[in-house]
């Protein structure tokens, strides 16, 4: 298990059906926000689970292949069992995480608020100006247009590259064909616009031209930033080391910039920036504090949880305990001293039933048993997915649930019962022997039964506690992630652009509340 800052996520080893032997650096199967369905009774019932970890560190030995998985819905009778075996299927006609951002998204909406209804679902073609230009609207006329679409590239290239292609093109056609003065127009004087093209048309240039004009004419402190959404992260740096030229207030959500530049205005970049300057922070008005209180909530949690699964793992339970909690009577506990029948627990005077389990019959420990012939494996090395494409689907994964470039936390084995592994028609009824007085009277051959259902009925005790814990800590999980996301819309609103990609906008846009910012101004390039 791995208390992770998403909640307790469950580390679980598997074996591929069919005998097949996984190339997993190319493989699309388990990718972190694949649904997967669990079930323990041939799928009579079942429990659906999202990967989340997907470590190759973890996926080399056939034998022991593990993801980190987090139920939809937990259940403490079987999240803390680790005797449990599901077979497992996975959902491979469609990516979960990327449909379940889009369906969240769609559950949030208010049909009366809808963005662009009146053009994307009535279909009106009278497209009015946005408010936010309506005050300038006049300045931009024909003229303005393109005197700016012919000096933008000085902007861009530098004055002497500049200089250099007007050289070149002295003589030259310097008019502004009429379809760039329309398209700039639309982009400039209407709520919604359309530019198409070839690639190579500059429909690019004329994007980064619109954005240079609003940020000079319109205060984005009232207006809120300009969203700027690409298809892929590359389109994106490209487009944000544009805007770079003549603006440096930007902020990247995601991790996968290629670009040296852009990688500094990552989210993640800017916030540690702002927790290592916290004079900065203040000035701008950004929240840098975390949830102490609720962090120091977290792990006295945590603390109690890894105490009660050390105890879930003792296999000789303290007798003490046994009789605490009304497993064993008074003389059961008595007549476990006669003798000298009973072993100290650690050293201490907590004696256990070991020595008095020395007549049950022998019990295999189910780790030493192989499952598996690595010489019947089928190699299955196709490459399904490239490997640079699945590290993006990793990242966006993360960005969309988490506020860290990786899963961190910690970490515990649940250990495995040897006892309570132990099939009941081994040992046979107990019925009968369960509230004996003296355990003495108890066969040799019985004892094994009994004492698994005193384990049995100990770890049901554990296991209530365990999950009433398990829902306060995915709570407080949720608790600290909605802080972090208000220190997050906080550094957000200190930008002037905003960029992400198609999947990026789809899984943020519900995890960080956008509404404040009052956006009134969208680019999307490159769709």
Same mark, same amino acid.
């Given at each position: 298990?791995?208390?992770?800052?998403?909640?307790?996520?469950?580390?679980?080893?598997?074996?591929?059906?069919?005998?097949?032997? $996984?190339?997993?650096?190319?493989?699309?199967?388990?990718?972190?926000?694949?649904?997967?369905?669990?079930?323990?009774?041939?799928?009579?019932?079942?429990?659906?689970?999202?990967?989340?970890?997907?470590?190759?560190?973890?996926?080399?030995?056939?034998?022991?292949?593990?993801?980190?998985?987090?139920?939809?819905?937990?259940?403490?009778?079987?999240?803390?069992?680790?005797?449990?075996?599901?077979?497992?299927?996975?959902?491979?006609?469609?990516?979960?995480?990327?449909?379940?951002?889009?369906?969240?998204?769609?559950?949030?909406?208010?049909?009366?608020?809808?963005?662009?209804?009146?053009?994307?679902?009535?279909?009106?073609?009278?497209?009015?100006?946005?408010?936010?230009?309506?005050?300038?609207?006049?300045?931009?006329?024909?003229?303005?247009?393109?005197?700016?679409?012919?000096?933008?590239?000085?902007?861009?290239?530098?004055?002497?590259?500049?200089?250099?292609?007007?050289?070149?093109?002295?003589?030259?056609?310097?008019?502004?064909?009429?379809?760039?003065?329309?398209?700039?127009?639309?982009?400039?004087?209407?709520?919604?616009?359309?530019?198409?093209?070839?690639?190579?048309?500059?429909?690019?240039?004329?994007?980064?031209?619109?954005?240079?004009?609003?940020?000079?004419?319109?205060?984005?402190?009232?207006?809120?930033?300009?969203?700027?959404?690409?298809?892929?992260?590359?389109?994106?740096?490209?487009?944000?080391?544009?805007?770079?030229?003549?603006?440096?207030?930007?902020?990247?959500?995601?991790?996968?910039?290629?670009?040296?530049?852009?990688?500094?205005?990552?989210?993640?970049? $800017?916030?540690?920036?702002?927790?290592?300057?916290?004079?900065?922070?203040?000035?701008?008005?950004?929240?840098?504090?975390?949830?102490?209180?609720?962090?120091?909530?977290?792990?006295?949690?945590?603390?109690?949880?890894?105490?009660?699964?050390?105890?879930?793992?003792?296999?000789?339970?303290?007798?003490?305990?046994?009789?605490?909690?009304?497993?064993?009577?008074?003389?059961?506990?008595?007549?476990?001293?006669?003798?000298?029948?009973?072993?100290?627990?650690?050293?201490?005077?907590?004696?256990?039933?070991?020595?008095?389990?020395?007549?049950?019959?022998?019990?295999?420990?189910?780790?030493?048993?192989?499952?598996?012939?690595?010489?019947?494996?089928?190699?299955?090395?196709?490459?399904?997915?490239?490997?640079?494409?699945?590290?993006?689907?990793?990242?966006?994964?993360?960005?969309?649930?988490?506020?860290?470039?990786?899963?961190?936390?910690?970490?515990?084995?649940?250990?495995?019962?040897?006892?309570?592994?132990?099939?009941?028609?081994?040992?046979?009824?107990?019925?009968?022997?369960?509230?004996?007085?003296?355990?003495?009277?108890?066969?040799?051959?019985?004892?094994?039964?009994?004492?698994?259902?005193?384990?049995?009925?100990?770890?049901?005790?554990?296991?209530?506690?365990?999950?009433?814990?398990?829902?306060?800590?995915?709570?407080?999980?949720?608790?600290?992630?909605?802080?972090?996301?208000?220190?997050?819309?906080?550094?957000?609103?200190?930008?002037?652009?905003?960029?992400?990609?198609?999947?990026?906008?789809?899984?943020?846009?519900?995890?960080?509340?956008?509404?404040?910012?009052?956006?009134?101004?969208?680019?999307?390039?490159?769709?």
């Amino acid at each position: 298990m791995l208390f992770a800052n998403m909640g307790v996520l469950h580390r679980m080893s598997f074996i591929v059906g069919g005998g097949r032997r $996984v190339n997993w650096r190319q493989s699309k199967r388990l990718t972190p926000g694949t649904l997967v369905c669990l079930s323990i009774d041939d799928f009579a019932h079942v429990r659906l689970a999202t990967v989340v970890e997907r470590d190759l560190d973890f996926l080399q030995n056939p034998r022991d292949l593990r993801i980190g998985i987090k139920f939809l819905h937990p259940d403490p009778q079987l999240d803390f069992d680790r005797d449990i075996c599901y077979t497992m299927i996975e959902s491979m006609q469609g990516y979960y995480e990327a449909y379940r951002h889009v369906l969240k998204c769609l559950q949030d909406l208010d049909p009366d608020t809808l963005p662009f209804k009146a053009q994307l679902v009535g279909l009106d073609p009278d497209i009015q100006g946005p408010r936010y230009s309506s005050h300038i609207q006049g300045q931009w006329d024909h003229d303005f247009i393109a005197e700016s679409v012919l000096n933008f590239p000085k902007l861009l290239k530098g004055e002497e590259a500049f200089a250099r292609s007007k050289a070149r093109d002295e003589g030259g056609d310097r008019t502004v064909r009429a379809n760039v003065l329309e398209a700039m127009e639309r982009l400039l004087t209407k709520e919604f616009a359309v530019v198409q093209g070839p690639p190579g048309t500059g429909k690019t240039f004329l994007g980064l031209l619109a954005a240079n004009i609003l940020l000079k004419d319109c205060r984005t402190t009232a207006t809120g930033p300009i969203i700027v959404i690409c298809q892929t992260n590359h389109a994106l740096d490209q487009f944000l080391e544009g805007i770079m030229k003549f603006e440096d207030r930007i902020i990247r959500l995601g991790s996968r910039s290629k670009s040296k530049d852009v990688s500094e205005k990552t989210l993640y970049k $800017v916030r540690q920036y702002y927790k290592e300057n916290a004079d900065f922070a203040r000035n701008d008005g950004v929240r840098t504090g975390g949830p102490g209180r609720l962090y120091k909530l977290k792990s006295k949690v945590e603390a109690e949880m890894l105490s009660l699964l050390d105890e879930l793992g003792e296999e000789y339970v303290p007798l003490l305990e046994l009789h605490e909690l009304g497993i064993i009577t008074q003389q059961q506990l008595d007549s476990f001293a006669q003798d000298g029948w009973v072993t100290r627990h650690n050293q201490e005077e907590n004696p256990t039933a070991e020595s008095w389990l020395k007549a049950a019959p022998h019990v295999h420990d189910p780790e030493a048993m192989s499952f598996l012939d690595d010489s019947l494996l089928k190699d299955d090395f196709l490459p399904e997915i490239d490997e640079e494409e699945l590290e993006e689907r990793v990242e966006e994964f993360m960005t969309g649930n988490i506020d860290e470039p990786k899963l961190m936390g910690k970490s515990v084995d649940v250990k495995r019962s040897i006892v309570c592994h132990v099939d009941d028609d081994m040992v046979g009824g107990i019925e009968d022997w369960i509230r004996t007085p003296n355990v003495h009277d108890i066969p040799g051959s019985k004892r094994l039964g009994v004492y698994k259902y005193w384990v049995r009925r100990y770890r049901a005790h554990i296991v209530t506690r365990l999950g009433e814990l398990h829902t306060v800590f995915d709570l407080l999980c949720e608790n600290i992630r909605f802080e972090h996301r208000k220190s997050d819309e906080s550094i957000l609103k200190t930008a002037r652009v905003i960029g992400m990609t198609t999947t990026a906008a789809v899984s943020v846009s519900h995890r960080l509340c956008l509404d404040p910012f009052g956006l009134t101004r969208l680019t999307i390039d490159s769709c």
